[in-house]
C-alpha cells in the first residue's frame, strides 16, 4: 500500500490513491488507470470531504509512487494515468508547475488532466496552452452533471481533447432513463469538436452495448473493476 500520512503521533491522517483501470474495449486492453484520493478513518477508506484538505504537492508525490507502483507491480510503463483537479486546485498558481514536473518524472507513463468543476475561459486557456507543450491532455469530467453543464462548458470544448460522462451521477439523480438521451447528446459534441469521449459508469453488458452503440470504446466502471489500491 502506498500513502501519505499527515499529523503527528495517534492524530496522523493517511490519505491514498485507489486506481480504477480504463478499458478499451476496441481490442480490450487496459487503456490507463484513474487515481481516486481516499482517506482512511479507523481502518475503513473513504471519499474526502474536501479534495483540498491534501495539497497538490502532496497528491503529485501520491501520484508519482502510485505511478511507479504501477510500473513495479503491473510491468507496464505504456500505460495512462488520469488525475482529477477542482476549480480551487486549478486556480492555485503553483499547480501547472507540480503537474510538468510530475510529468516528466514518470514518463514513460503517460499523465492526463481530469477537470472535475468547469473553469474560466483564461484559466482553460493557459492550462491548454502550457500542458499541451508537455503532451497532457485535458480531460472535462462529469460533463452533463454538477457544474459541467453544457452551458457552462460549451466554450471550453475547444481547449480540451476528451469528454467523460459518468453515468453513476445520472443513476443517483433519478436520471437512469436518460442516459441514453445524454450519451446521445454528447457523442454529438465530442464529433462536433472532435473530441475523444471516455464511458464512466459501465456495471453490466447492457451498458457495454449501449457503449458500443455509440461507439464510444474508452470505458470505465465496475464491470472492469472497482477502485482498488495497487
Not at 480504477?20 to 479507523?42: A, C, H, M, P, T
Request: glycine share 6%; proline share 3%.
Amino acid at each position: 500500500m502506498i500513502y501519505i500520512s499527515i499529523g503527528r503521533g495517534e492524530f496522523k491522517t493517511k490519505y491514498s490513491f485507489f486506481v480504477q483501470s480504463q478499458v478499451n474495449k476496441s481490442d480490450n486492453s487496459i487503456f490507463g488507470y484513474e487515481v481516486l484520493l481516499r482517506k482512511e478513518d479507523n481502518g475503513s477508506w473513504h471519499l474526502p470531504q474536501d479534495f483540498t484538505e491534501l495539497s497538490i504537492p502532496e497528491q503529485v508525490r501520491l501520484v508519482e509512487r502510485t505511478a511507479n507502483n504501477i510500473k513495479d507491480s503491473l510491468g507496464t510503463t505504456d500505460k495512462v494515468i488520469s488525475f482529477n483537479l477542482n476549480s480551487q486546485q486549478a486556480d492555485d498558481p503553483y499547480t501547472l508547475g507540480e503537474i510538468i514536473a510530475l510529468k516528466k518524472r514518470i514518463n514513460p507513463i503517460k499523465l492526463t488532466i481530469e477537470l472535475t468543476e468547469a473553469m474560466s475561459l483564461d484559466k482553460i486557456k493557459e492550462f491548454s496552452l502550457l500542458l499541451h507543450q508537455y503532451d497532457i491532455p485535458l480531460v472535462i469530467d462529469d460533463v452533463g452533471t454538477g457544474s459541467n453543464t453544457f452551458d457552462n462548458i460549451q466554450h471550453l470544448l475547444p481547449y480540451v481533447d476528451k469528454i467523460k460522462l459518468a453515468m453513476q451521477n445520472l443513476r443517483m439523480a433519478g436520471k437512469a432513463d436518460k442516459i441514453p438521451e445524454y450519451i446521445s447528446f454528447w457523442v454529438h459534441q465530442a464529433e462536433d469538436y472532435c473530441l475523444d469521449m471516455v464511458l464512466e459508469g459501465v456495471e453490466d453488458c447492457k451498458d457495454q452495448i449501449l457503449a458500443k452503440k455509440y461507439g464510444i470504446n474508452i470505458q470505465q466502471g465496475y464491470l472492469y473493476g472497482k477502485p482498488a489500491k495497487i
